[in-house]
């Protein structure tokens, strides 16, 4: 879709990190934010996020965890990533919107990349065909030793929250270990895209980092 004349193009801001980091805390802070500072913010969320994404995020999220086999659980991801790219992100940031989405792609390549063991190059292969170039200008990832983020989840009440939709917590901490690992290793290959944010921290000091990684890489005025 054509840039609206005389708006720019809206930034694209992800968050990424393991089940419980504080992603959807700290995206709804974020976007508070940015729209107190006269931004025009879409808040969004992967799986899902447009109405197809969101009809395959149910096959994705319900169910035993030996569901889907790792390649078709990717087909599947990227059939809802470009649904929700083509329907949502790219129109959203054409019109000059912030587009803020809670996991993008890092999720893919870390769960089913270093947590499923399927290949890197193809996830990456994958990608082109179905989005291109398109990445996001800035990702945050909210760093959390797994057990301390999955202890938040139980405690928080998200899983009661969540009505089932908890297929992939219940995977083993080993999994969650090794893909918090490849978060790691996205952050170090693409330093100047991807920040790792230390997320172990009380909830404010989480929201100025990632507040002041946004005012000095993106120029808002948060
Ligand atoms: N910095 C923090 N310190 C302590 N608790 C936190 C912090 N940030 C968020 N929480 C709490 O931890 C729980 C999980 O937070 P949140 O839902 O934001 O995480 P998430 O990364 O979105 O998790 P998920 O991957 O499961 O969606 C919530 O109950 C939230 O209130
Ligand atoms: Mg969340």
Redesign the pocket.
Known sequence: MADRPGRARGRFITFEGGEGAG??TQIRLLADALAASGIEVCLT?EPGGSPGAEQIRELLVTGETGRWDALTELLLLYAARRDHVQRLIEPALARGCWVLC?RFADSTMAYQGYGHGLELEKIRDLHRIVLGALKPDLTLVLDLAPEIGLARTRAGGEAERRGGEDRFERMELAFHERMREGFHAIAKAEPERVALVNAARDTDAVTAEVASLVRARLGAAV
Do not use: G
């Open positions: 992603k959807s969320r809670d």
